[in-house]
């Protein structure tokens, strides 16, 4: 069952010296109990997709179902509602994305409040989502100042659980988060997805990062997808030049390989390692195009050099 369907996707927003493409033509669907992963660069589209799928940023043009229901035009109250519970989103900065007044019960609860469900179900939901994140149920009562971002993560993980979705859209869920919290948080959101079956998509800028827990991944260039396919054949044989830059770019926790990769050309690299794959030229701007040319896909990078 396809969860959510993204055809012709079109955003644009006016800027400075003109209109910005900030996407331009994204298809892509997302079954249900598998997790999509949208990679790129900062400025590449990804954010502006999951604000036009959490209808805060209304698409210029294309179609957007979600649960089998096109969003892209007027809704009714039930609609809503029912879209609301089964699309959840998990922000990139835990810390921003809580009020630092409310209790943990009282954040957590705070979704549930607002769908009316009885103060019953909620105390024992809350309990419940503490143990589906792996968090202690004495810190219910403490605010979000006293936990750390790993530990703030997992409440945002578990606030967006309260309504059983269908489907958590993820944006940059562990880029603000140390190396050793990132696998933890992870292999939390794994072992969710095994549990509950819901289905994610992620977006992120590290492809290495979201190797572990992805299905499918779609490389994102300058508002578009040059990419697409499952996770296993993207990683083992990139087709596109920006992914060999992509996961070229990726550090190595070996500070001689990693030296070699970046300044050292002319040496070898060890066996499996990529050596550092640099496109020539800078990313052309996307302002400045008048909004009838908003379908034009923008050229590629250039192939990368032998030996990479």
Avoid at 33 to 51: A, D, F, H, N, P
Avoid at 175 to 197: C, F, H, K, P
Avoid at 273 to 296: D, F, K, Q, Y
């Amino acid at each position: 069952m396809t969860l959510l369907s993204v055809r012709d996707l079109h955003v644009s927003f006016p800027g400075e010296h003109g209109t910005v493409l900030a996407v331009r033509g994204i298809d892509f669907d997302l079954e249900r109990g598998q997790t999509l992963c949208l990679v790129g660069e900062s400025g590449s589209g990804k954010s502006s997709i999951v604000m036009s799928i959490a209808s805060v940023s209304p698409p210029e043009d294309g179609t957007i179902e979600q649960l089998g229901t096109p969003i892209t035009g007027r809704l009714d109250a039930a609609t809503r509602r029912r879209l609301r519970s089964g699309v959840q989103l998990v922000m990139q900065d835990p810390i921003g994305a809580m009020n630092p007044r409310l209790t943990i019960f009282d954040i957590l609860a705070e979704p549930m409040r607002a769908a009316g469900r009885r103060s019953e179900e909620i105390e024992h939901r809350v309990v419940e989502l503490m143990d589906l994140a792996g968090l202690p149920r004495p810190a219910l009562d403490r605010f979000p100042a006293a936990f750390t971002g790993g530990q703030l993560q997992r409440v945002g993980i578990a606030r967006a659980l309260a309504l059983e979705p269908r489907l958590v859209i993820l944006d940059e869920p562990v880029s603000a988060l140390d190396m050793s919290v990132q696998a933890d948080i992870l292999n939390l959101l794994v072992r969710l997805q095994r549990e509950l079956g819901i289905s994610y998509l992620i977006v992120a800028h590290d492809l290495s990062v979201v190797r572990w827990p992805s299905d499918r991944v779609s490389v994102m260039y300058r508002g578009t997808i040059v990419e697409t396919g499952e996770a296993g054949r993207v990683f083992a044989e990139p087709a596109h030049p920006y992914t060999h830059a992509l996961l070229s770019a990726s550090p190595v926790p070996d500070p001689e390989t990693e030296h070699a990769r970046t300044c050292g050309a002319h040496r070898r690299t060890r066996p499996g390692r990529r050596r550092r794959v640099r496109l020539p030229g800078s990313v052309p701007a996307v302002s400045g195009a008048r909004r009838r040319c908003a379908r034009v896909v923008p050229s590629s990078p250039a192939a990368p050099a032998s030996g990479s």
